[in-house]
């Protein structure tokens, strides 16, 4: 089982910046993919970011220019730095781990969410 503790959310003025942590633990036979997903209220978790391993990243339009995922291989950790903070982007922010097990399968692991609000 593998566990993912997120870290760095909080509250911060329109323009401002925030970068998030996310931290695997446990037993991983190889990382696929390391993602944040968001979820405001009432609405659906939505991908933000993700990146591939050997490092090919997605970002969601309303993202792109503001916000950029990268990765520490050697700690299992992904970070989400955010600039030019909207309050649109007020919600809780997801990281998301695919993963292979010992056997070879295909897993998912989600964190445990980290509220993120921007005021106006």
């Known amino acids: 089982q593998v566990q993912l503790v997120e870290s760095g959310g909080g509250l911060v003025q329109a323009g401002g910046s925030l970068r998030l942590s996310c931290a695997a633990s446990g037993s991983m036979f190889g990382i696929n993919t390391m993602a944040w997903y968001r979820q405001a209220p009432g609405k659906q978790r939505d991908l933000v970011a993700s990146?591939?391993?050997?490092?090919?990243?997605k970002y969601a339009d309303s993202v792109k220019g503001r916000f950029t995922i990268s990765g520490d291989s050697a700690k299992n950790t992904v970070y989400l730095q955010m600039n030019s903070l909207k309050p649109e982007d007020t919600a809780v922010y997801y990281c998301?781990?695919?993963?292979?097990?010992?056997?070879?399968?295909?897993?998912?692991?989600w964190g445990q969410g980290t509220q993120v609000t921007v005021s106006s």
């Open positions: 998301n781990l695919l993963y292979r097990d010992a056997l070879g399968n295909g897993r998912t692991s």
């Open positions: 990146m591939t391993i050997p490092g090919n990243t």
